[in-house]
């Protein structure tokens, strides 16, 4: 039975760090875009106009290298053997590969790197269709994209389905682009990252993030506590380190459990501290007009 089960990468051998495949359409893609966005950077300094702050370059980049570790590193290499490191390719590509990829901000980066005639133009051609405009803004409405990014996450962990990314290399794949894509829009009102001027609201945010955590937290409680292999796919195969299949179980929905659960957390305390200081703000403001009209 063992023998006959499909090796989608190829198997790990070595140090678990030496573990790394090339993987064509996906080195294309990470390459391409980092080739774009530093000609938007030279384009930038080249007509003398002002950089972005270092941080959204390095924010960008970092997350390239974590869609390079999830896609073809070890991450990559371990999931046909372990759960754990499917759970982690996923956790990475939703919580750190979206984000920090939109902190980057290459859309408005590509656009302020284009001259203005050619801008608009693109904007004209992109944008006119009234349609057009109406679906991005229900696509990215708050509901939409919570709805969208947690169907994602419950779908994907039923069993069946899971099984069949597992057995499947185009099932796999668009199991990371499902994950992958509903990750950007989830993290796109909440970041804002072309700016629209009109960022999702700190509470707004939270109340997303909140559901998202609930949703993750739970299936990782229930992968945790099951006293059974919930995938038989990991029953099936040859661990590595020693590791039995439900130990291995164990272990990923506590990542997904605990380890998700915190990332998630750290996001909400980060968007209350936002909140707490636009309410001061808004409150310095009041201050500021009734002195005025007092005056």
Do not use: C
């Not at 656009?111 to 051609?125: T, Y």
């Not at 796999?172 to 909440?190: C, K, N, Q, R, Y």
């Not at 990991?234 to 990332?263: C, E, K």
Request: avoid cysteine.
């Amino acid at each position: 039975m063992v023998s006959l089960l499909p090796l989608l990468h190829g198997g790990a051998t070595g140090p678990f760090w030496a573990a790394w495949s090339w993987n064509p359409p996906v080195l294309v893609a990470l390459l391409g875009a980092a080739l774009v966005y530093s000609a938007a950077l030279r384009s930038l300094i080249l007509r003398g106009r002002p950089r972005p702050p270092l941080w959204q370059a390095a924010s960008f980049y970092a997350g390239l290298a974590s869609a390079a570790l999830a896609l073809m590193g070890p991450l990559d290499l371990y999931n046909d053997e372990l759960l754990t490191m499917h759970m982690l390719q996923h956790l990475v590509l939703i919580q750190i590969t979206a984000p920090l990829i939109l902190l980057g901000r290459p859309v408005q980066l590509v656009l302020r790197g284009l001259p203005a005639e050619r801008v608009g133009a693109v904007l004209r051609v992109v944008l006119r269709p009234p349609w057009v405009r109406a679906g991005l803004t229900v696509l990215t409405a708050p509901l939409t994209v919570t709805m969208l990014a947690n169907a994602s996450i419950v779908f994907w962990h039923f069993p069946r389905f899971y099984e069949a990314a597992l057995y499947s290399t185009a099932v796999h794949d668009l199991e990371h682009l499902s994950f992958f894509g509903t990750a950007l829009l989830f993290w796109w009102p909440i970041i804002d990252p072309v700016p629209r001027h009109h960022k999702l609201p700190a509470l707004w945010a939270i109340a997303a993030v909140f559901a998202t955590m609930v949703v993750s937290m739970s299936i990782g409680a229930i992968i945790t506590l099951a006293d059974r292999v919930i995938y038989p796919f990991y029953a099936s195969v040859s661990m590595p380190w020693g590791m039995t299949a439900l130990t291995d179980q164990q272990v990923a929905g506590l990542i997904m459990w605990v380890g998700g659960g915190f990332a998630y957390m750290g996001v909400i305390l980060t968007l209350l501290v936002r909140w707490l200081r636009e309410e001061e703000h808004r409150q310095a403001t009041l201050v500021e007009r009734h002195a005025r009209h007092a005056l």
